[in-house]
């Protein structure tokens, strides 16, 4: 993969994520569970929604970090249920890679595994906070799978914030605009992403202390 487009890619998708994470316009809550609120509005980048999730978690950004951060053999296989497999495809830096992530099948088996193939920056801001930005990209080594259908996540990420005055707090603030792919009513889809995404939170939080208490 060219390195100067994929650092151009990532970086144009990062300001994007970084804008979501800004614009408070237009957002309509759709599930609030144990202080984790979701909230949707639509896409601008496909026939569907754009997702964003916001909770406290109690741990440092690093640690939260540590537990979803994009690398092979992390710990983010171990503790999300979300997630089958995770790969590196291609490391371009060392905060650049593509990555493959495999999904189970979800929504009492309406919704069939799934895999994803995606350009991933990680980026660190002044504040302290450590941000994954990702979209969906296409790569020689990453051809259809059997048994997967493919989908494609529009640009996306996750903000670890620290919190003013709480050092082992962490705001964590998701981004998810996901094309499932795969002829699938648009109601399995409407519900599942909400649901999901409210029990990344309690299941993260639980993975953030064992890994790290």
């Known amino acids: 993969m060219d390195v100067s487009w994929a650092t151009q890619e990532s970086e144009a998708v990062a300001e994007k994520v970084l804008r979501y994470r800004r614009d408070e316009s237009g957002w309509k809550k759709c599930r609030e569970v144990n202080g ?3 909230s949707w509005r639509p896409s601008e980048e496909f026939p569907g929604n754009l997702y964003r999730g916001e909770g406290i978690l109690c741990g440092t950004p690093e640690e939260v970090w540590n537990c979803i951060k994009p690398v092979a053999g992390g710990l983010r296989e171990k503790w999300d249920d979300n997630v089958t497999s995770f790969e590196i495809v291609q490391s371009i830096t060392d905060v650049l890679c593509v990555s493959r992530t495999s999904t189970p099948s979800a929504a009492m088996k309406l919704i069939s595994p799934r895999d994803f193939v995606d350009l991933v920056l990680v980026k660190k801001y002044e504040d302290g906070t450590i941000s994954s930005n990702a979209t969906h990209v296409e790569h020689p080594l ?12 529009h640009p996306c990420g996750c903000f670890c914030e620290p919190l003013p005055g709480e050092p082992n707090k962490t705001k964590l603030v998701t981004f998810f605009q996901t094309d ?34």
């Open 36 to 38: 984790v609120s979701v």
């Open 142 to 153: 990453c051809p259809p799978k059997p048994g997967f259908v493919r989908g494609f996540n």
């Open 180 to 213: 499932l792919s795969g002829y699938l009513p648009q109601s399995v889809v409407d519900s599942f992403f909400p649901r999901s995404m409210a029990e990344f939170y309690p299941n993260l939080q639980k993975a953030v202390r064992k890994f790290h208490h």
